[in-house]
């Protein structure tokens, strides 16, 4: 029977001593809310403009409940009602006072960065990226060793099957491109030499021009386009589809099947390419300088064998070797940084092609200044 009264001491209550005042009582806590609160929401749904909570008879309370009872008088501040607390136990006050309602903003709210905050964030993520390309590339540089040193281990089929997507494959737009470039260098050049009665000399701009500078350069430009997005994006969808987990999985190093059949095939492939490119440019060079010059075509490659260095050539092949490489890695790096969604894979494609092309561009300035200093 003792038990019992307890019980009923501490029940939750609510008594409406008068029109605008409510007398809470027993214990407010969550064993103890089921009815009060039903019994508070039909009391706040009346049109009230002033109400006093009295709470001088509460035992107990707790947080939860605080934050229940804040969230049905929030909306009622909202309806323009003036609601006061009144002696209610200072513990209980306090309690009252400092829990945060759920529609109160947070009180720290997040400064914008400063400018040196910034740069410094951005020379961080840029020394993270650098760290991680050279491991990639260090990775890369060990996993071709291993093949060069055991061939049998090469993935031939799927080197060619490489060869002739990134050779084969662009042959036709990187001879057009090359033809038409020679055509411009020509017709450029052939104004002013035509002035001087130069006219012969148009030869030595189109081979110099050609062999050594924009046949490697355009032709590494077309092939970070073309097969380096493709690099990119075949990565990247592939470790959104899981694939590229499933080959750790059975315990195949994605290096080894994904990127070093790309970069001996386009190692292959680049400088055949630009071979190929070199005598379309110098063919369109020639048939220019043959329509605006009167340099006929037997003049022509007569005077381009005797006064084209053959170093020049090589030169040029040297270069796009190099860029085969750069290609490759940048591609296939920026594949294997897909985040685990779709629009990641355009990202990091559109990534791999810009900072390929930027840095082919930055590698062929360095090599003429190289070239320069060492007078080749």
């Not at 590339?137 to 071709?144: A, D, K, N, P, R």
Request: charged share 15%; proline share 4%.
């Amino acid at each position: 029977m003792r038990t019992a009264q307890i019980n009923a001491a501490e029940k939750a209550r609510i008594v409406q001593t008068a029109p605008r005042n409510l007398e809470f009582s027993g214990s407010w806590t969550v064993c103890h809310l089921g009815a009060v609160i039903r019994e508070l929401d039909q009391l706040l749904d009346l049109p009230l403009t002033q109400l006093n909570l009295d709470g001088k008879k509460i035992v107990n309370i707790d947080s939860i409940t605080v934050w229940i009872l804040q969230s049905r008088l929030q909306k009622l501040r909202a309806k323009g009602a003036q609601i006061d607390m009144l002696d209610w136990p200072a513990e209980y006050q306090l309690l009252v006072d400092n829990l945060p309602s759920k529609s109160q903003p947070p009180r720290h709210q997040h400064l914008k960065s400063g400018m040196l905050e910034t740069l410094g964030k951005d020379c961080i993520t840029f020394c993270a990226n650098g760290f991680s390309l050279l491991s990639f590339i260090g990775e890369t540089t060990l996993s071709l060793l291993a093949v060069l040193l055991q061939p049998n281990r090469a993935r031939v089929r799927s080197v060619l099957h490489n060869v002739q997507i990134s050779g084969v494959n662009a042959l036709p737009i990187v001879g057009v491109t090359s033809f038409l470039l020679g055509i411009v260098i020509a017709y450029q050049g052939a104004d002013q030499l035509r002035h001087y009665g130069a006219n012969i000399f148009v030869v030595e701009l189109v081979g110099y021009a050609m062999l050594r500078e924009f046949a490697p350069l355009i032709t590494a430009i077309i092939v970070a386009g073309r097969s380096g997005s493709a690099y990119a994006a075949q990565i990247g969808t592939m470790l959104v589809t899981e694939e590229v987990d499933a080959l750790k999985t059975i315990g195949i190093k994605p290096i080894n099947l994904l990127v070093l059949p790309k970069l001996i095939a386009l190692m292959l492939a680049l400088p055949l390419l630009t071979l190929f490119a070199d005598v379309l440019g110098v063919l369109g060079g020639m048939w220019m300088a043959n329509n605006k010059l009167q340099v006929a075509p037997h003049e022509f490659l007569a005077r381009f064998g005797t006064e084209i260095p053959l170093k020049t050539l090589f030169i040029g092949l040297g270069k796009s070797w190099v860029f085969a490489i750069v290609i490759v890695l940048i591609s296939c790096y920026q594949g294997f940084r897909t985040k685990s969604n779709a629009d990641s894979v355009g990202q990091q494609t559109t990534r791999s092609v810009v900072q390929s092309i930027f840095i082919v561009i930055v590698l062929d300035a360095g090599f003429s200044i190289v070239f320069n200093l060492l007078d080749l």
